[in-house]
């Protein structure tokens, strides 16, 4: 039998002439974290819309927890925890009255409704915060409220919609922290995001979706592996119109190496892929050299999650938002 | 039905705490009725009197009622297009919920706001020295009035919270609706002495049979025909919107 929470069939979503989500098929392992990874507008959202049942497909199956999403909604939504990509907390309630908000909406009985908000309370971080209004709490705190509420009712699977949007550095690590903990409890986490980091740190198993299609799936260590190759960055001292000349006559010159797979140029960076570091740094530096270009800092690294994403798709990720961690 | 009570109470807890935690919300909503009955009832008391028939603030104290449950139910919605905005309202349709508890509770949490203003309208009325010919008996009656017109302007109201892409466009709609549609009515003056057009208006006006009723409870007594040609009309408006609603909000809540 197979172990799969969320299993989805050719999936189709369609907004008029854009179509947002096209022919998808992937399935999600039980006590697992899988990442849908992409870009802003690559279809994320509209997925997990459709898997809350909060919206419905064009075309496709889709399994929720053995359950047909359109068949019967109402059963997936009580086996579901769902956290939205915005704040979604009431700014007139207490932390407490939210949680006994959604303890209602989730019909958990009078019996154990206080304990069972004590300790999700608890597992979030927000002992102590019982009586303080939303409208005075951080935007940390907040999403801590909103990943709470999702977690009420015990739910086997949760979806999460961009976790750590807009948090600062110490709130994403603890709502990582929280993530990790529901899966050492057994929950199933249902991921979407645009930081590389975040899907690299917590996913089991990351597809990268593109303009509504699933581009690969796998493990982020297994994406990398796939890779066979290295990335060399080079940075130059600074931004000025005659450096920036240079690394371009760096880039061409690199180029022409045959053991470079590639190139990508970002301000003052230069991305060099390559088959093998070692071979390939000596040879660089030695360009640079004869061509009397500055290099400020040169590192080498095994291939993360964005050269995962340009490899099989192509151009870089638009990662606008990305923050410091 | 267990559980729809438990997810509708949850709802309608949430709508008195806002009400209990913003309290000036409820003062500003007061602020027009009790203008219109202190001071136009004021300026046009020697004015109205002998057109109206006696005391022009008792005369007026109906309009201001109907205006005040047509104010109240017409913004009703305005917190579900909030929620809407937010992204409240989706994650609330995440739940296991009857999509219909939505709409009840918030049509409770309106009803007993309004409810609650017209009684201190009335309360303000009785300090003007206006006493209610019916009694306890037609204040009852008059809330229920209340309540039966009240209820086809929050399905009004609740369809515009769906229908609606923003609450801008909801407050424009709420700024030309309330006034209009009382001086379309009975509630400053006797609709025998509108022009015709505004004549022709005034008698498929709804609010003009609500008031007609409730002003006869106020200045004189029981009077069967105002009382069932109200209850027709409004069982009509409601019964209309409720169609229309239905409708409309099925697809929204689906």
Redesign the interface.
Known sequence: MSNAVIRIENLTKRYGLVTALDDISLEVERGTIFGLLGPNGAGKTTAV?IL???A?PDGGKIEVIGTDILKDP??V??L?G?V?????V?P??TVQ?HL???A????LSAVGKDSRIREVLGLVGLAGYENRRARYLSGGTKKKIDLA?GLIHRPPLLFLDEPSLGLDVQARRDVWSYILRLKEQGTTSFLCTNYMDEAERLCDIVAIIEHGRIAVIGSPAQLRSQLKRDVISIEIASADEHQRKELEVLEKAVSQLRIVQGTVKNGTQLKVYVESNEIALPQILQSAASLSIPIRTITYSRPGLDEVFLHYTGHPFADERKIDA | MLEFAQETKAQLVRWMIHLRREPFNMAFNLLNPVILLIFMGGAFQGLAQDSVGGDYRAYLLPGVLALTVFGNSMAGGIPLLFDKENGFLLRLMSAPITRVSILVSRFLAININTSLQCLIILGLGFIFGIRIATGVGGVLTLMVIGLLLGFGVTVISLILAFILENHGDFFAILGISALPLSFLSSAFVPVDSLPVWMRLIAWVNPMTYTIDAMRSLILSGWHGSLLAQMAVALVLFDGAMLWFGAKVLRRHLA
């Open positions: 819309k809350t049942t909060l419905r109402v059963r939504r009580s579901i769902y939205p990509q915005e704040l979604t009431d007139y309630l009255e006994r908000y959604y209602d909406l989730y019909h509420c």
